[in-house]
Structures are given as structure tokens and as C-alpha cells.
């Protein structure tokens, strides 16, 4: 992980009015949230089994985060690699023709990554889109949206 100098850091906003806008610009809140905080990403670079995300950490501070009024507030941006396994093993799942049709929605699941939070390479350039990608979602965010 690496990261990235933003004036984001500590300016909050209102989760239901940035979620559309922020979804539009290609960020998502990732998976892995709780009530009281998680992650915007979006990716920036995918070239195979490596992909680069752009992270941007958030804390609710007034209100749970699934809440379109929650009060949230940015941390520090990063940039993280995660390389994924290449191939699946073939000993590893059942066989897919043998599985009835309500489970199969089972087997197409995020395998653990090979190399999470990895060395990223050409990293100036990659700084550089990370710093593009907040420039274009920044005017959604304020310092105090109450």
C-alpha cells in the first residue's frame, strides 16, 4: 500500500448524497464495510491477474454507514495491488455439472488473492491517476456537510 497526499483527508460529506456521484466516477463501497466504517474503491489499472485500486477509507461519525444521512469522514487515500490466482484447481471445487442449479451461485466466488497489498510498480504514474481520480470526485465532498 502506498499513500497518497489529498486535502480529502478529514472533510466529510453526507453518505446517500455522494454515493450516486461517486458510484458515477467508478467507486464503489467495498464489500468489506461495518456500521461505523469501510472503503470506497474503484480500480485503476487492471492488466491481467494484477489490479490496482485506489482506496479511499471512510468512518461514519454521525449515524451508521448504511444510512443514506450518515455524516462520514475521509481518511487517508491508498494506493493497493492485489494479484489473483492465475487458474483454479481443479481438485478444488465440485464439478460444476454435478451441483443442481440453486448452488451453482456458490462456485463463482472471490478466490484469495496470491499477492495482496504487493509492490506497485511505475509508481508516479500510478500516483498520478490516483490523484486524478480524487480531483474528480472532491467537489463532493466538503469540510462540514451539517
Known sequence: MIPIQSNIVGKQAIYGEIKEPFESQGFVLGGNWDYDGGFFDTILEKDGAETIFLRLPIEAVDGNLNEPEAQIKFGQPLLVRHVVQGEIASDSLPLIDQMPYQTNAFV?????????????????????????????IKSYICEDPR
Open 108 to 136: 463463482n466466488q472471490f478466490q484469495t488473492p496470491v499477492e495482496t497489498d504487493g509492490e506497485i510498480r511505475d509508481q508516479r504514474r500510478r500516483e498520478e491517476m490516483a490523484r486524478q481520480a480524487i480531483k474528480r
